[in-house]
């Protein structure tokens, strides 16, 4: 049964509804549909939750969907021209602070034509350097035992952690 809405003569109401109708079509690409989307919230003020129901998906998905619009444009155009698909986008935004390995992803999947799968092993490998990287940062105890040994030694001191020790 298909639902009437009386819009009258209200343009706002009008755009909004032509907007929603243009995210529901079949055709549109996954960049498109997140412009929508990005539209609806900044022209109508709508939440995700508001969104999404209106086109009959859930938050999460319209939320997902607008992260896509954080990736670089060259990423954006492969979406656009499916060169990549959408479900490498997930690693590809794993790695949005790290521009440089973002961007090596990126040309692994499109000329070695990497799977989703691999995309993902490959970002989280990568996320997971970087957390370990972390951990080996000196502590505010390991530099202040730097600097008795220094005085203590009469010469500057570096201690580096390590994985095994330091």
């Known amino acids: 049964v298909p639902v009437i809405i009386r819009v009258g003569d209200d343009p706002m109401m009008k755009l909004e509804l032509a907007l929603i109708e243009n995210v529901q079509r079949e055709d549109l690409n996954p960049v498109e ?4 989307f990005a539209r ?18 859930s938050r999460e998905y319209v939320s997902n969907s607008l992260r896509l619009l954080a990736m670089p444009q060259e990423l954006l155009d492969a979406l656009s ?3 990549i698909n959408e479900g490498h986008t997930r690693p590809l935004l794993m790695l949005a602070t790290r521009p440089e390995e973002q961007m090596t992803l ?6 070695r034509k990497i799977s989703v799968r691999e995309a993902e092993r490959i970002a989280r490998r990568i996320a997971v350097e970087k957390s ?6 000196p502590t505010p105890e390991l ?13 500057r001191v570096h201690i580096q952690k390590s994985e095994v020790g330091g």
Do not use: P
């Open 40 to 57: 609806l919230v900044e022209e109508f003020k709508l939440t995700h939750t508001q969104i999404g129901q209106k086109v009959g998906k």
């Open 33 to 36: 549909r997140a412009r929508s």
């Open 132 to 137: 370990r990287k972390k951990e080996l940062l």
């Open 81 to 83: 021209a499916g060169k």
């Open 143 to 155: 530099m202040e035992i730097e600097k008795h040994l220094g005085e203590k030694l009469g010469t």
């Open 106 to 111: 990126f040309k692994e999947i499109m000329y």
